[in-house]
Antibody, heavy 119, light 109 residues
Framework: QVQLQESGPGLVKPSETLSLTCAVS?????????WGWIRQPPGKGLEWIGS???????YYNPSLKSRVTISVDTSKNQFSLKLSSVTAADTAVYYC????????????WGQGTLVTVSS | DIQMTQSPSSLSASVGDRVTITCQAS??????LNWYQQKPGKAPKLLIY???NLETGVPSRFSGSGSGTDFTFTISSLQPEDIATYYC???????????FGQGTKLEIK
């Protein structure tokens, strides 16, 4: 059974960098699929942040591209998100998820982690 | 960029009712559309993929249809456990990227 688990600070100061990690179990990242980050501001809808292929190729939401870096560590079977220069608008529940290449089906999700941007 | 317009934003219905949610794309997306259910405090769950295919294990009262720019998600007979927010997801696969609709919050009348 594929499982994903997000971890990282729950509170980040404005202008700093948000850093999260997603640990994957039950499947080897190096075997394939895309690994993505999606966020959801409190009471609002879902926004795709970006995805990384097991080879390391990355794909970002154009609206966030200048601030986002996604990386993968196959030796630890995890992938990470960095979002720089955060503001209160970046406060959200951040989810990691696995999707395929053909239909971007998000079948496996982490439970989500709330990150609040505040001084 | 392709914009998705999902409606209604909220919906109140009775148990046993037929419920319909629509998503409209700003340009032709073929059948590149998936539907998800999200319950409070939980991650979304995939229900329908490629506009009309039922994900394994999802009850048959859920269905999807459409192609091009207009898509419909239907619950044929609303059950109490269907109370949730539903999202459509439009995707491109070369390169992979996707956009969600604004969501429809479904409540029991």
């Amino acid at each position: 059974q594929v499982q994903l688990q997000e971890s990282g600070p729950g509170l980040v100061k404005p202008s700093e960098t948000l850093s999260l990690t997603c640990a994957v179990s039950g499947y080897s990242i190096s075997s394939g699929y895309y690994w993505g980050w999606i966020r959801q501001p409190p009471g609002k809808g879902l926004e795709w942040i970006g995805s990384i292929y097991h080879s390391g190729s990355t794909y970002y939401n154009p609206s966030l591209k200048s601030r986002v870096t996604i990386s993968v560590d196959t030796s630890k079977n995890q992938f990470s998100l960095k979002l720089s220069s955060v503001t209160a608008a970046d406060t959200a529940v951040y989810y990691c998820a696995r999707h395929d290449s053909s239909s971007c089906l998000l079948k496996y999700w982490g439970q989500g982690t709330l990150v609040t941007v505040s001084s | 960029d392709i914009q998705m317009t999902q409606s209604p934003s909220s919906l109140s219905a009775s148990v046993g009712d037929r419920v319909t949610i629509t998503c409209q794309a700003s340009q032709d997306i073929s059948n590149y559309l998936n539907w998800y259910q999200q319950k409070p405090g939980k991650a979304p769950k995939l229900l329908i993929y490629d506009a009309s295919n039922l994900e394994t294990g999802v009850p048959s009262r859920f269905s999807g249809s459409g192609s091009g720019t207009d898509f419909t998600f239907t619950i044929s007979s609303l059950q109490p456990e269907d109370i949730a927010t539903y999202y459509c997801q439009q995707y491109d696969n070369l390169p992979p990227r996707y956009t969600f609709g604004q969501g429809t919050k479904l409540e029991i009348k």
